[in-house]
């Protein structure tokens, strides 16, 4: 990479001198228009205005770059300078992931158009046939703005103001839910595109990462530290993942949503401010190690999906059972031993707790505590898998509803009147042995009588 790509614009720390000249040429402008908006009879409170949000931003800055937050104790930005054969990273250097997570994002609608929905017919994957809900502006009201699963009182009194059975509002709303859950091809896309990417991803950082010393000694992680050169390869392995992750951001609304959706919130911000803090105060080592161990476990998670969608059920098993084993290792033991005691304990040899220190620790808490809970339900399913033989589903995800309800509402309903209902089968289960011709074309019941048909 050439050296243009890693010097910033702006080198964003308290040391600064271009920094500090920029900071002050705004307070001096401001100043200057405060008196010349006085002079021309402007009003003199906007100016003030805008005088008082330039210091008040030039005290923030000056505050969030304190060298205290970011560097071990005895160290400042002026230990940090770099020189034409020394780059260290550059707060800076992470507005690129902006763009391109934007680009990302591009590149994903074209690969899940162009690759993966062909794909998916090709394959077999086929979207069920969902009927569609009858036009109510009523119930559409309610349902957007109110609740998608009202209660049943909320159910009488909808049935009331519409004019309908309250068993028909139930089976509006059913329908309609079922309406806006994401169809089959659209999951079988986006498990496509992820699995590209954490392929991609993983390798990229096995490549980074093979023949350099902290992947095979964690102590390695500390020497030097924070007087760690940034290397081109490391800057472009970080920039891929946290564009990756603010490319997820911009698609969560348009993304298949399950039942952990609070969860993946949760996970996506701790993991972009980890990647950036750890950037800004060059944990990249720990960053890198961080990153592979996550996308270790993802390279399974997605092609089990495939096949699932796909309804190969005894690769579905297999690739599930791999997934479990990798991500209970990867997450539960290696992440922990390699990451979380190498930055409690390891970094202590090398310098003194700070704010770093801490920040840094309470979001790979965060990161191993949502280990723990997915864990959790994936070895539930492993357990549902060893006592019935067969994978249960995945209980992130959410479950259509069947109109089945609705046929055996109507079959009660019949029952209620009197009406004996024989649905119709094939009629070689009800051919009697004497050669009679089968149930289905013979009377029915009605109200006690024979009734011809």
Same mark, same amino acid.
């Given at each position: 990479?050439?050296?243009?790509?890693?010097?910033?614009?702006?080198?964003?720390?308290?040391?600064?001198?271009?920094?500090?000249?920029?900071l002050g040429s705004?307070?001096?402008?401001?100043?200057?228009?405060?008196?010349?908006?006085?002079?021309?009879?402007?009003?003199?409170?906007?100016?003030?205005?805008?005088?008082?949000?330039?210091?008040?931003?030039?005290?923030?800055?000056?505050?969030?770059?304190?060298?205290?937050?970011?560097?071990?104790?005895?160290?400042?930005?002026?230990?940090?300078?770099?020189?034409?054969?020394?780059?260290?990273?550059?707060?800076?250097?992470?507005?690129?992931?902006?763009?391109?997570?934007?680009?990302?994002?591009?590149?994903?609608?074209?690969?899940?158009?162009?690759?993966?929905?062909?794909?998916?017919?090709?394959?077999?994957?086929?979207?069920?046939?969902?009927?569609?809900?009858?036009?109510?502006?009523?119930?559409?009201?309610?349902?957007?703005?109110?609740?998608?699963?009202?209660?049943?009182?909320?159910?009488?009194?909808?049935?009331?103001?519409?004019?309908?059975?309250?068993?028909?509002?139930?089976?509006?709303?059913?329908?309609?839910?079922?309406?806006?859950?994401?169809?089959?091809?659209?999951?079988?896309?986006?498990?496509?595109?992820?699995?590209?990417?954490?392929?991609?991803?993983?390798?990229?950082?096995?490549?980074?990462?093979?023949?350099?010393?902290?992947?095979?000694?964690?102590?390695?992680?500390?020497?030097?530290?924070?007087?760690?050169?940034?290397?081109?390869?490391?800057?472009?392995?970080?920039?891929?993942?946290?564009?990756?992750?603010?490319?997820?951001?911009?698609?969560?609304?348009?993304?298949?949503?399950?039942?952990?959706?609070?969860?993946?919130?949760?996970?996506?911000?701790?993991?972009?401010?980890?990647?950036?803090?750890?950037?800004?105060?060059?944990?990249?080592?720990?960053?890198?190690?961080?990153?592979?161990?996550?996308?270790?476990?993802?390279?399974?998670?997605?092609?089990?999906? =495939? @096949?699932? #969608?796909?309804?190969?059920?005894? $690769?579905?098993?297999?690739?599930?059972? *791999? !997934?479990?084993?990798? /991500?209970?290792?990867?997450?539960?033991? =290696? @992440?922990? #031993?390699?990451v979380l005691y190498? $930055?409690?304990?390891?970094?202590?040899? *090398? !310098?003194?707790?700070? /704010?770093?220190?801490?920040?840094?620790?309470?979001?790979?808490?965060?990161?191993?505590?949502?280990?723990?809970?997915?864990?959790?339900? *994936?070895?539930?399913?492993?357990?549902?898998?060893?006592?019935?033989?067969?994978?249960?589903?995945?209980?992130?995800?959410?479950?259509?509803?069947?109109?089945?309800?609705?046929?055996?509402?109507?079959?009660?309903?019949?029952?209620?009147?009197?009406?004996?209902?024989?649905?119709?089968?094939?009629?070689?289960?009800?051919?009697?042995?004497?050669?009679?011709?089968?149930?289905?074309?013979?009377?029915?019941?009605?109200?006690?009588?024979?009734?011809?048909r």
């Open positions: 990479m050439s050296d243009i790509s890693l010097k910033p614009v702006l080198a964003v720390t308290p040391g600064s001198l271009l920094g500090s000249q920029i705004q307070s001096s402008l401001a100043t200057e228009e405060l008196a010349s908006g006085a002079q021309g009879g402007s009003p003199r409170r906007k100016w003030a205005r805008a005088w008082a949000s330039t210091r008040m931003a030039r005290s923030l800055y000056e505050w969030l770059w304190q060298h205290e937050f970011w560097l071990p104790p005895g160290i400042t930005w002026e230990d940090m300078q770099e020189s034409e054969d020394v780059r260290y990273p550059q707060p800076r250097d992470l507005l690129l992931s902006i763009p391109f997570a934007l680009i990302l994002v591009v590149i994903r609608y074209a690969f899940e158009r162009a690759i993966a929905l062909p794909l998916s017919s090709k394959l077999g994957v086929r979207d069920k046939q969902r009927p569609n809900a009858q036009p109510n502006p009523m119930l559409e009201t309610f349902y957007s703005t109110r609740c998608k699963n009202p209660e049943e009182g909320e159910l009488i009194t909808l049935a009331k103001q519409c004019d309908l059975p309250v068993r028909k509002v139930e089976r509006w709303f059913r329908r309609r839910r079922n309406t806006d859950r994401p169809s089959l091809s659209k999951k079988f896309c986006e498990a496509c595109w992820r699995f590209t990417f954490y392929i991609i991803s993983f390798f990229t950082g096995l490549a980074v990462l093979y023949d350099k010393p902290w992947l095979w000694d964690h102590r390695e992680c500390w020497t030097g530290y924070p007087q760690q050169p940034l290397q081109p390869s490391l800057f472009w392995y970080y920039l891929l993942e946290l564009s990756f992750y603010w490319s997820l951001v911009f698609t969560l609304p348009f993304d298949v949503k399950r039942k952990d959706f609070k969860e993946q919130i949760v996970h996506h911000a701790a993991t972009i401010f980890l990647i950036s803090f750890s950037y800004c105060a060059n944990y990249i080592r720990i960053g890198t190690l961080v990153m592979v161990i996550h996308d270790a476990a993802d390279c399974f998670l997605e092609p089990t999906k =495939i @096949f699932n #969608y796909m309804k190969w059920k005894k $690769t579905c098993d297999s690739l599930f059972m *791999i !997934f479990s084993a990798v /991500f209970l290792i990867s997450r539960l033991v =290696i @992440f922990p #031993y390699t190498n $930055t409690y304990y390891y970094s202590m040899e *090398i !310098f003194q707790p700070f /704010f770093g220190y801490y920040f840094v620790n309470a979001l790979l808490i965060i990161l191993q505590l949502l280990h723990v809970f997915w864990s959790c339900l *994936i070895m539930h399913m492993v357990y549902k898998f060893i006592l019935q033989g067969t994978m249960e589903k995945d209980m992130r995800s959410d479950t259509e509803e069947s109109d089945k309800d609705e046929e055996r509402e109507n079959i009660k309903e019949k029952e209620k009147n009197g009406i004996t209902y024989f649905s119709s089968v094939t009629s070689n289960n009800y051919i009697q042995r004497n050669g009679s011709e089968p149930l289905n074309n013979r009377a029915h019941l009605t109200n006690g009588h024979v009734k011809e």
